[in-house]
């Protein structure tokens, strides 16, 4: 499956965030993709299980031809909100679930197929071949292309994937936040052909002012001349620089923050200047 270099996470579109009008969002979805970002990540929590419908009705009037996109969506958690009768968040990863809330999403975004299902998060409850057998009759339907998971560890992905087939997992990876790269997950996803996504691909640096940040502020700064390149671009190019191939999902709604993010796909960091970057966000050489 070919997915853009760079994700438009769409999180913060609706409900949850700017709010977009119809026509905002017919329009933010052009712009996207006359950036290359043509891979849209949902979830149907998103704006408290609203924002795949409103998505899916500025697409109805996009013109925008299917075979051009690629949309993402996860299932799994179970909500607190107007929209569902919970008492409490959960997980739901029955077979019965996974398949009603896929047609539910596919509904609401009006297309006959997702590119690629997650499971949104790991549940101590979920069951391997149930989820094996849900995932089966979705892709024998043709109603999804691929599957995945989301913030699995190993053990996690090797639990499912004795299964079915793990496509990809979407996991939080940033400079301020790499354990994925020590704790074995990008190592495993790397030795099994599982491809990682990254949501919050720009930490805390723009979030928080620590010493952290500030060092790290001080380095990106000595090579944004060298690399003709913003901060923001620099620290997706760090990530893209991992021979895992991450994918970054960027959620800005900014459309200028889209034409500077689109470019960090072909800034390729000189190796020392990938370690620089990270001994600054450590503040220790490594070992």
């Not at 970002?37 to 031809?65: K, L, P, R, V």
């Not at 928080?208 to 001349?225: G, P």
Request: charged fraction near 20%.
């Amino acid at each position: 499956m070919n997915y853009s270099k760079i994700i438009a996470g769409t999180m913060t579109w609706g409900n949850w965030g700017k709010q977009f009008s119809k026509k905002e969002m017919e329009a933010f979805m052009h712009h996207c993709i006359e950036q290359q970002i043509t891979t849209f990540d949902h979830a149907d929590i998103y704006g408290g299980y609203t924002n795949e419908s409103q998505f899916g009705d500025a697409y109805a009037i996009s013109g925008i031809d299917r075979e051009h996109i690629q949309l993402i969506s996860k299932c799994g958690i179970q909500y607190i909100t107007e929209n569902r009768n919970n008492k409490v968040k959960h997980y739901d990863y029955s077979k019965d679930y996974i398949i009603w809330s896929t047609e539910n999403s596919l509904k609401h975004l009006k297309t006959d197929y997702l590119d690629l299902l997650l499971l949104h998060r790991p549940s101590p409850l979920m069951h391997p071949n149930e989820i094996a057998e849900a995932i089966t009759i979705l892709k024998k339907e043709g109603k999804i292309k691929s599957f995945g998971v989301s913030n699995f560890t190993p053990s996690q992905m090797e639990l499912l994937g004795l299964r079915i087939d793990i496509d990809v997992n979407q996991i939080e990876f940033s400079l301020t936040q790499h354990t994925a790269m020590h704790d074995g997950t990008l190592d495993y996803m790397l030795t099994n052909g599982i491809k990682p996504m990254c949501w919050s691909p720009l930490g805390i640096v723009f979030k928080d002012e620590t010493n952290q940040t500030q060092r790290i502020h001080k380095q990106l700064e000595a090579l944004t001349d060298k690399y003709n390149a913003s901060k923001d671009q620099l620290l997706l190019a760090w990530i893209l620089k991992h021979p895992a191939q991450i994918t970054p999902v960027v959620g800005t709604t900014n459309k200028e923050r889209i034409v500077a993010t689109s470019k960090a796909a072909a800034i390729d960091l000189e190796l020392e200047d990938w370690f620089l970057i990270l001994t600054a966000c450590q503040g220790h050489k490594v070992p």
